[in-house]
């Protein structure tokens, strides 16, 4: 039995594709001329960025269910978590130029009558800090989450339900306005990162083009994952776990590297999310939101990681379509199609793609299979 590739045939289309993204959407934005058939708005680019972004989100949920069967329904709070540390960075960076002119506190804490800058606030004026916070802070709480977790063999829909109380939790913590987070308007009022303008349209390219290389590399990552020996224990750990620690695996450890791995991967999505919408508020730990996630993986096709980033850019453009015309229909239509999928397409979109390409290759082979003028039958070809 052979090991699988690192880079099969979906693979290669799927980093092929944004590897063309990348490129055409900057240039359809900086280089096409306003008003041509060819030229993309910069809220468009801000738009598709966000979806690269909820496309690599799903891969961490993905790694994680598809591959090991860990059902998170917290895994909105690790990207809010992200989000957050590069929101902080964001508003140091404003400085005297808020509204208030306060050289070191955000507006919102002289509006709340702040004496000086929380401690752990301190260090994200850099920019390498507030990057390395993207990811120790999700993989942290992650790591310590999952040790407790997996330590008391915590599986199944009740693992489900503490993933999402962990995140209810930490949704109400942020909304209190002493926590020094902002309450429940959040961080807002970027102006610049690392000195260039959050409103230009180079500015906004080049986040898109960070989104889709992070999508890449987080790709690369998952699949390198899956497809090594650790991606087979994983897989047998979801199949038959009882089997797998039976054998020998300390099956705990397993888990507790790729739920910690997963969640730093989240963590990045949502550094990359905050600076091209603009905002980032407690809403983004709403249970239903990692909920959303869950059905993104499941609607593109769970263990199938280009299948998961499908299905994120998919449903919400979807979302940005149904929103924008019937915005009260719009769970309706989600619930629906959760539903459908999973009757009609258990393996998801793509999966069902790759299953009707399958049958129908299987079909042409035997249609032009040689056959013998007097018999029928098939003949072998000469060795």
């Known amino acids: 039995m052979t090991a699988p590739r690192l880079l099969d045939t979906r693979s290669v289309v799927f980093l092929t594709l944004i590897a063309v993204a990348a490129v055409a959407v900057p240039m359809a934005n900086l280089a096409a001329e306003p008003g ?19 496309a690599l989100l799903a891969l961490s949920v993905d790694l ?18 992200g989000g957050y540390a590069m929101g902080m960075h964001l508003m140091r960076e404003i400085g005297p130029r808020g509204v208030y002119a306060h050289p070191v506190l955000p507006d919102f804490m002289v509006f709340l009558n702040w004496d000086a800058l929380p401690w752990y606030w301190w260090g994200f004026d850099m920019f390498w800090f507030a990057c390395l916070m993207v990811v120790l802070v999700p993989g942290a709480l992650a790591f310590v989450f999952g040790w407790l977790a997996f330590r008391s063999r915590v599986t199944g829909v009740y693992l489900s339900i503490i993933t999402q109380a962990l995140t209810y939790a930490l949704m109400l913590a942020f909304f209190r306005n002493d926590m020094g987070f902002g309450g429940n308007n959040g961080l807002t009022d970027f102006k610049d990162l690392l000195g260039f303008s959050l409103q230009s349209d180079a500015t906004r390219a080049g986040l898109f083009v960070a989104s889709a290389l992070a999508l890449a590399a987080g790709f690369l990552i998952c699949r390198f994952i899956v497809t090594s020996r650790l991606g087979q224990v994983l897989v047998s750990i979801r199949d038959a776990e009882a089997r797998a620690r039976f054998l020998g695996y300390r099956v705990e450890s397993y888990k507790l590297f790729v739920f910690t791995i997963s969640a730093m991967m989240a963590g990045v999505a949502g550094a990359l999310y905050v600076p091209q919408v603009g905002i980032i508020n407690p809403g983004e730990f709403s249970p239903a939101n ?56 258990p393996r998801g979109v793509l999966g069902g793609l790759t299953a009707a390409g399958d049958r129908l290759g299987r079909r042409r082979r035997r249609e032009y299979r040689p056959r013998t003028a007097t018999s029928g039958r098939t003949t072998q070809p000469a060795e």
């Open 36 to 54: 041509s058939a060819l030229h993309l708005s910069s809220f468009a680019v801000s738009l598709f960025g966000k979806y690269l972004t909820y």
């Open 64 to 81: 994680i269910w598809g591959y090991c069967g860990i059902l998170s329904l917290g895994h909105g709070a690790f990207f809010a978590l």
């Open 290 to 345: 990692s909920i959303e996630i869950v059905i993104w993986v499941a609607v593109g096709g769970r263990g199938l990681l280009a299948g998961a980033a499908l299905g994120a850019i998919l449903v919400n453009a979807a979302k940005t379509l149904l929103t924008g015309w019937a915005p009260e229909i719009w769970l309706f239509f989600l619930g629906g199609v959760f539903v459908l999928v999973t009757i009609f397409l």
